[in-house]
T-cell receptor, first 116, second 111 residues
């Protein structure tokens, strides 16, 4: 069964450093998403991406964040200068279509980011 | 008011029991509704979509009340493997693909 994959599974970084989280969405999917979940809290939407551009972003997704689809398979989230409060589990998701019907977003296993 | 509100639990119920979860959402324009389950330190996985007429999938039954902005999930004959956190999730269609999650209700099935 096709699945979303993410690397690395765990990333430890120093405050102020740049990190890039990588995702490989399911191959025929067209919509891509990043969510995050701070330990003990709810899953929060960061950004959605379609047709090589951001289609929606949340207030969390400020200038420190960026997304890119550098090739036909990878989808990356970059945090330019990490803060302690960026420590969270980051989930990538993809879906075949956008808002028509109850189509499913498939989530990857997540990258646990720890900022020291 | 929280966008999607759930009782955080925990719910500790014996194996074989029936358990019900409730959820309310604040945006009356919300169009799609889901229950996801999340195991400890894992990703959310879709359990079932929730349709206006209510729907059933094996031991799981979901109901939607648009007038009250209320969603429910019923699990019958609970199994040990049902132990997880159950997430109520809402999507406002109209060009927004983002999912809005509740904080989740933690369920533990006791042997």
């Amino acid at each position: 069964e096709p699945e979303v994959t993410q690397t690395p599974s765990h990333q430890v970084t120093q405050m102020g450093q740049e990190v890039i989280l990588r995702c490989v969405p399911i191959s025929n999917h067209l919509y891509f998403y990043w969510y995050r979940q701070i330990l003990g809290q709810k899953v929060e939407f960061l950004v959605s991406f379609y047709n090589n551009e951001i289609s929606e972003k949340s207030e969390i997704f400020d200038d420190q964040f960026s997304v890119e689809r550098p090739d036909g398979s990878n989808f990356t989230l970059k945090i330019r200068s990490t803060k302690l409060e960026d420590s969270a589990m980051y989930f990538c998701a993809s879906s075949e279509v956008g808002t028509s019907g109850n189509n499913e977003q498939f989530f990857g296993p997540g990258t646990r980011l720890t900022v020291l | 008011r929280k966008e999607v509100e759930q009782d955080p639990g925990p719910f500790n119920v014996p194996e074989g029991a029936t358990v019900a979860f409730n959820c309310t959402y604040s945006n009356s324009a919300s169009q799609s509704f889901f229950w996801y389950r999340q195991d400890c330190r894992k990703e959310p996985k879709l359990l079932m979509s929730v349709y206006s007429s209510g729907n059933e999938d094996g031991r799981f039954t979901a109901q939607l009340n648009r007038a009250s902005q209320y969603i429910s999930l019923l699990i019958r004959d609970s199994k040990l493997s049902d132990s997880a956190t159950y997430l109520c999730v809402v999507r406002d269609n109209f060009g927004n693909e983002k999912l809005t999650f509740g904080t989740g209700t933690r369920l533990t099935i006791i042997p």
